[in-house]
């Protein structure tokens, strides 16, 4: 019965450990969830800020047509933000796709996690049901015991030669 009970306490800790490990696990997506909205908003500022300032060299294009030289520049201005642009927006497309497959692989974690937890807790009510068993056996054994000291103290009686 005591290795019964100790096996119950492992399992029931195990329980709570893999409910901590879950939890952990969501805080963990809910933290991936917050950077991926702060990336977003991020990308959001560089597209209007890379946008603004498309419309303001197209202005300064226009009022500057015949000056070359600063035409020039301001095409290669151009061209600087539009590769920061793409690189802003590499870098947010590898960071959804790492946001994409950690929720893959924590989606699976949970659910090994769930199936874990069930097992645990088939095998803890296994247990329960094994010491309940073991319990009744015990005491059909004592029931059994009593009755036969009560025989044997009924034949005793009956039988002078066994007093002696």
Known sequence: KQWYQRRVAITA?????????????????????????????LLCEHINAAAEDDARNDAIRDKFAQQNDELGHLRDLNKKMKEALI??????????????STMH???EDADQLKCDNATLSNELTN???KIEDLEEQNQNYM???E???????????NNPELDS
Request: one cysteine or more; a negative charge; proline letters at 0%.
């Open 143 to 145: 029931n059994l015991l």
């Open 13 to 41: 800790g195990e329980v709570d450990h893999l409910n901590r490990n879950l939890q952990d696990l969501e805080d963990q997506m809910q933290l991936l969830q917050e950077d991926l909205r702060n990336k977003d908003d």
């Open 147 to 157: 009755s036969a000291h009560v025989q044997l103290r009924d034949q005793g009686s």
């Open 105 to 107: 692989e924590l989606e």
């Open 87 to 100: 690189e802003v927006t590499d870098e947010s497309a590898r960071i959804e796709q790492t946001y994409k």
């Open 127 to 129: 247990c329960w049901a």
